[in-house]
Every structure is written in C-alpha cells, then in structure tokens.
C-alpha cells in the first residue's frame, strides 16, 4: 500500500463549485504539506502544518483553506474554484525530528480541472 | 532573496553521463534535495547532502560546495527511464524551514 494516498486522483468540476482534496498518509509523519504544479511555475507551496494545531500559510494560500483533521488526514478546499486553480495538486510529508533531514515524500497527485 | 537556478532542458544518449547543475542563493542552509519526478506522476527523492563532496547512490551521484552555492546530479550509464525532470530543493535554516524549490530541469535521454 502506498504510503501517501490522495483522492481523488482526478476531477474535473465548474467555475464556482467548492472542492475537497485529501490526503492520507501511514508513514506517521507529524509535518504535511499541499503544493500546487504548473508548467513552467514549478512547484509551489499552498498551506503547510508541523502538527494537527499547527496550521500555515505557503506562497500562494489565496482561494484555498486547509483541515488537519489527525496526524494522518491534511484536506484542502477550494472555497470557489475559479479556471486559474487548474493544475496538478501534490500532498507530501516529513519528519525531521525523527529522520534528521526534510526529506519530502509526495502523495500520486491529483489533477484538477476548473472549466 | 531566495533563488535556485537549474538548466530547464538538457538532451543525452542512452549509455553516457549527464551533469545536472544547481546553484542556489538562499537565507540560511540546511541541506541540498535531488527529486526525479516523471511526467504526470510524483517527484520522488533522490538524494540529499548536507555537508560538501560527493554522495554516490548506484547511477547517481550528487555533490555539493556550501562556499560556492552549488550542486550537481551525475546519472551514469543513462537509460531511456531516466527520462524525466530533475528538481533541486534547498532546505532552509531555522525550526520552521521549508523547502525552496527550483523549476525543474528536464532531461531527454535518446537512443
């Protein structure tokens, strides 16, 4: 079983609509991460959370919101998805205080589509 | 700033040795991140360093020169899998550090 799971992997849905991605994780890992992929823009942060009461910011946190239900869940929402949220959605996690270094490991992805 | 520069597109043969470089400018320094990532799918790591010289990994190889900011991604023996965009991390210092992504470089291995 993979060790970061996201769903769903695929969504198409309409300008307007609010949207719900998840993220599971069984590494036990307290840090979990949302990113969002665009060619050319790289990978850039959304929201960030180092434990379940710990809740931040990335780069570019605007029209999203983030849950961090358990250790294990990290949801992100789009409030009301507009065309430009179209992209490739990644959930990663870490544990530098177990493992020493920032290592990331990522969820499959889910791609998105706002028409 | 912060900033990490990558070569966005590098063509090989199949058989030889390809050199990725990274140079980076950033706040503070806690480790240098190699991830492969295939088209449509996740990145997945391939190596850190954190301290300068050489790290070897089988095919891989990567190494790191804190003074110059600068890093490169060896892949020896290359093969049509290693097809792929190569992404440098940087880890930044302090308890709340993040990683600081460059864009990616895409590397065609041909025949």
């Known amino acids: 079983d993979a060790d970061v799971t996201q769903t769903p992997r695929n969504r198409i849905t309409k300008t307007g609509k609010r949207i719900m991605l998840e993220c599971s994780q069984t590494k036990g890992h307290d840090r979990m991460y949302w990113y969002r992929q665009d060619p050319g823009l790289g990978l850039r942060l959304i929201y960030y959370?180092?434990?379940?009461?710990?809740?931040n910011k990335g780069e570019i946190s605007d029209g999203y919101s983030v849950s961090r239900q358990a250790q294990a869940k990290f949801s992100l929402s789009l409030e009301s998805a507009i065309p430009n949220q179209t992209a490739l959605y990644f959930c990663?996690?870490?544990?530098?205080?177990?493992?020493?270094?920032?290592?990331?490991?990522f969820g499959p992805g889910t791609r998105l589509t706002v028409l | 700033g912060q900033n990490i520069d990558q070569p966005t597109e590098m063509t090989a043969t199949e058989g030889a040795i390809v050199q990725i470089n990274c140079t980076y400018q950033t706040s503070g320094f806690n480790g240098l991140f190699w991830y492969q990532q295939h088209a449509g799918e996740a990145p997945t790591f391939l190596s850190y360093?954190?301290l300068d010289g050489l790290e070897e990994k089988g095919r891989f190889s990567s190494f790191l020169s804190r003074s110059k900011g600068y890093s490169y991604l060896l892949l020896k023996e290359l093969q049509m899998k290693d097809s792929a965009s190569y992404l440098c991390?940087?880890?930044?210092?302090?308890?709340?550090?993040?990683?600081?992504w460059g864009l990616g470089t895409s590397l065609a291995v041909n025949p």
């Open positions: 990663a996690t870490s544990a530098p205080e177990t493992s020493g270094t920032d290592t990331q490991y």
């Open positions: 360093n954190v």
């Open positions: 991390a940087v880890s930044n210092a302090g308890n709340n550090r993040k990683l600081i």
């Open positions: 959370s180092f434990d379940v009461k710990d809740i």
